[in-house]
Nanobody
Framework: QVQLVESGGGLVQPGGSLRLSCAASGIMFNIRAIGWHRQAPGKQRELVARIPRTGSTDYADSVKGRFTISRDYAKNTVYLQMDSLKPEDTAVYYC????????????WGQGTQVTVSS
């Protein structure tokens, strides 16, 4: 019912910036929140930022002060602005939607690679 497509990943030097986009389509009126997640090789997937339909945004401690999640309702798009990037931010980044009223991420995008390296 919900399709999510990420874009904006790439290679960036430490200290640089990148903005990821998550474009949503389909039946979207039940979306309660959009979250950005990341997974690096050998590590568990982690939620890094969340933006609910109503309420405050949330961030993982590892990205607070560096990442900003936002949305553009007219474009049905959620963004993740990433500043002061570190090598440990290297991962595949995914956006996901929660439509369940139970904090379950039940729709996922395909992912976009972010590599932070000199």
């Amino acid at each position: 019912q919900v399709q999510l497509v990420e874009s904006g990943g790439g290679l960036v030097q430490p200290g640089g910036s990148l903005r990821l986009s998550c474009a949503a389509s389909g039946i979207m009126f039940n979306i309660r929140a959009i979250g950005w997640h990341r997974q690096a090789p050998g590590k568990q997937r982690e939620l890094v930022a969340r933006i609910p339909r109503t309420g405050s945004t949330d961030y993982a401690d590892s990205v607070k002060g560096r990442f900003t999640i936002s949305r553009d309702y007219a474009k049905n798009t959620v963004y993740l602005q990433m500043d002061s990037l570190k090598p440990e931010d290297t991962a595949v980044y995914y956006c996901a939607a929660d439509t369940t009223r139970a904090n379950r991420w039940n729709y996922w995008g395909q992912g976009t690679q972010v590599t932070v390296s000199s």
